[in-house]
């Protein structure tokens, strides 16, 4: 079956418009609890969100539909996607659900799912469900007497910061860093800035006045100038930006210089090798990863796993080769001797651990290894995918066979918002430019 609902990160859309109603919330719902009830206990389901207004909307729909299956709903409020994954665990609940659309703008939200291990679940699992709502729902409504209850957490954020703290080395504090942490105005506007404090770091806090439509707006790490420039303007040893649901972040040293994913893979590949904690041989980056890293890493002995770009697909090749270290340039790193997705915070204790443990500035510590050239653009469309067209195929073509020995192109449609995504890697920075700016233009072409 061709899936018309998940993309490679749940549901996501424009609010209150296809695929992204109250209607399709509670269907969801319905068929994932109808898919994760077994056995005759009380069966659980927490709800977790970021600061979206829609957030509400769906929160409500998404409560109706799993009451009506006769799960248990307990609501946690604003929390990181790692927290709600970190809590279907800690509560022994059935399922868990966050509500988010990440490092998009407002006016977006999703939905997705982990499974009672922790981890999201798979294109298997989603095509269930999906398939599921597309059938009919109605024969899988629970009794009068068997309709599940809905309860608020109140303590869901003070759990998961005691939770974040216990991955920092406990012989180690942040007394005398003064750190800017930029939350996005998302999920972790609270627990961000309270988890450095108590580790005794003076915090700068941005991003910190949720109004349910200022989400991601001019900040957090798809805007990270904002942390760079008041790192310098503070006078600052350290800048974490995170994203609206604080799975992703970056961080930039003193001097605002960022500190993208593959330099934090590159550091805590280093930390954890020396001292004998890293495992798998080497870490998981995807094919977006810069050539720099690989080369680094293999100055170390260690060896780069290339996965598809997404964390999931991080996650599934950390499992399958036995890996504890994996991520993406964009900033999502996934530590699973810690938790079971990405987490910014917990990602950026362990850059901070290596920082305050060697008593080296960010400027020393987490610039590895010099990036080769990498170009980004991003193609915004409306209708069909411009991939489908014969022009693109061609120009795609060419230019990879101009690139050939000298660096790579990746032409790819983003799985979460309407965007081609153009990715060229060249030590030929002139050529790289020429062969991006063509293929782009090509690709508007045909999108307008």
Not at 124 to 137: A, Q
Not at 207 to 222: A, H, L, Q, R
Not at 247 to 271: H, N
């Amino acid at each position: 079956m061709t899936r018309k609902l998940f993309g490679t990160d749940g549901i996501r859309g424009l609010a209150n418009r296809f695929p992204m109603t109250p209607e399709i919330a509670m269907k969801a719902g319905m068929a994932a609890g109808q898919i994760f009830t077994r056995g005759d206990h009380r069966h659980r389901v927490v709800i977790g969100k970021d600061t979206r207004l829609s957030g509400y909307m769906i929160e409500s729909a998404l409560t109706a539909g799993f009451t009506a299956v006769g799960m248990d709903v307990f609501l946690f409020g604003p929390l990181p996607t790692p927290a709600v994954a970190m809590m279907t665990r800690s509560l022994r609940a059935d399922l868990g659900v966050m509500i988010s659309a990440s490092h998009n703008h407002y006016a977006d939200n999703g939905i997705k799912f982990f499974g009672p291990d922790g981890h999201k679940l798979s294109d298997e699992r989603e095509s269930e469900i999906e398939t599921l709502m597309m059938k009919g729902l109605e024969e899988g409504l629970t009794s009068a007497q068997t309709i599940g209850r809905a309860k608020r957490i109140d303590d869901a954020q003070a759990r998961y910061i005691e939770f974040t703290k216990r991955t920092f080395p406990k012989h180690l504090r942040l007394d005398g860093l003064r750190i800017v942490v930029d939350c996005a105005n998302g999920a972790a506007y609270k627990v961000a800035p309270a988890v450095l404090w108590e580790l005794g770091a003076e915090i700068i806090a941005l991003g910190v006045d949720p109004s349910g439509t200022n989400i991601n707006f001019e900040c957090g790490s798809t805007a990270p100038e904002a942390m760079c420039a008041k790192v310098r303007e503070t006078r600052a040893d350290f800048g974490i930006a995170l994203d609206g649901d604080a799975d992703r972040v970056v961080m930039c040293d003193e001097l605002g210089r960022m500190i993208d994913g593959d330099q934090i893979l590159a550091l805590i590949a280093r930390s954890w090798s020396k001292a004998g904690d890293l495992k798998g041989g080497g870490v998981v980056g995807t094919v977006m990863s810069n050539i720099g890293l690989e080369r680094y890493l293999s100055g170390l002995n260690l060896r780069l796993g290339r996965a598809a770009v997404g964390d999931r697909y991080v996650i599934e090749m950390m499992i399958e080769g036995g890996f504890n270290v994996g991520g993406e340039q964009s900033g999502h790193i996934i530590l699973n001797d810690f938790a079971t997705t990405g987490d910014g915070i917990i990602a950026a204790l362990q850059v901070l651990a290596v920082i305050a443990g060697d008593g080296m500035r960010a400027s020393e510590a987490a610039h590895l290894f010099e990036p080769a050239p990498q170009i980004l653009e991003n193609v915004r469309f409306r209708n069909r995918s411009p991939l489908v067209d014969e022009k693109v195929q061609s120009s795609i073509k060419a230019s990879e066979a101009r690139l050939n020995g000298t660096g790579r192109l990746l032409v790819r449609k983003s799985g979460t918002e309407p965007v081609i995504r153009v990715m060229g890697e060249s030590e030929d920075e002139n050529l790289l430019r020429e062969v991006v700016n063509e293929v782009v233009a090509v690709i508007r072409e045909a999108a307008a």
